[in-house]
């Protein structure tokens, strides 16, 4: 069975700096998936940046990028140049071939003046 | 419409109440899925429709839950009989396919409903 543990419930950053969100995961499947998605306090689930396991490349999205340690079954979260616009609740997910979202318990990001 | 769209957004039920939360996919996706999210929790999985064929139902917490996406693309979840314990949001997601690595199975969230029971 998939589990995603995300070890951090809060974190706190200032504007302009950069914060690290950490995440493992654990999957008998070679073939997965693994996402950020990020849930302002309007709780619309909005997709971060996305890793396919196959890919050795850390996929980066802007500001956003992923340490993903396959090995390690480890798959963090970095953002740079933090805004008051990234305070939110993180979720990280992992996904196996062709099914259901499994979810980590989140992160609560608060981005300060 | 642009997005996945929910209704009703809140929804207050008496215990012992039947519930229907509707679900309006982004148009053109095949995969439809139910996530249930309790208070200060990752949402958890309910159940999954690729068209109008339910292929995964392992989360239903109970025969109390049902959900149907009869013509393949709204979809409604009911809960008979609600209980204290399904006080939460459900998130409805959809995806446009699966075909792996392409991306088209990166699912899109509705806003939710968030349901209390009293």
């Known amino acids: 069975a998939q589990t995603v543990t995300q070890s951090q419930p809060e974190m706190s950053v200032q504007e302009a700096e950069t914060v690290t969100l950490s995440c493992t995961y654990d999957t008998s499947e070679n073939n997965y998936y693994l996402f950020w998605y990020k849930q302002p306090p309007s709780r619309q689930m909005i997709l971060v940046i996305r890793?396919?396991?196959?890919?050795?490349q850390n996929a980066t999205e802007n500001r956003f990028s992923v340490n993903f340690q396959k090995a390690a079954k480890s798959f963090s979260l970095k953002i740079s140049d933090s805004q008051l616009g990234d305070t939110a609740m993180y979720f990280c997910?992992?996904?196996?071939?062709?099914?259901?979202?499994?979810f980590g318990a989140g992160t609560i990001l608060r981005v300060k003046s | 419409g642009a997005g996945v769209s929910q209704s009703p957004r809140y929804k207050v039920a008496k215990r012992g109440q039947d519930v229907a939360l509707r679900c309006d996919p982004i148009s053109g996706h095949v995969s439809l899925f139910w996530y249930q999210q309790a208070l200060g929790q990752g949402p958890e999985f309910l159940t999954y429709f690729q068209n109008e064929a339910q292929l995964d139902k392992s989360g239903l917490p109970s025969d109390r839950f049902f959900a149907e996406r009869p013509e393949g693309s709204v979809s409604t979840l009911k809960i008979q009989r609600t209980q204290q314990e399904d006080s939460a949001v459900y998130l409805c997601?959809?995806?446009?396919?699966?075909?792996?690595?392409?991306?088209?199975?990166?699912?899109?969230f509705g806003p939710g409903t968030r349901l209390t029971v009293l």
């Open positions: 997910a992992s996904m196996e071939y062709g099914n259901k979202l499994v």
């Open positions: 997601a959809s995806s446009l396919a699966w075909a792996a690595g392409k991306g088209t199975d990166t699912q899109y």
């Open positions: 890793q396919e396991a196959y890919k050795q």
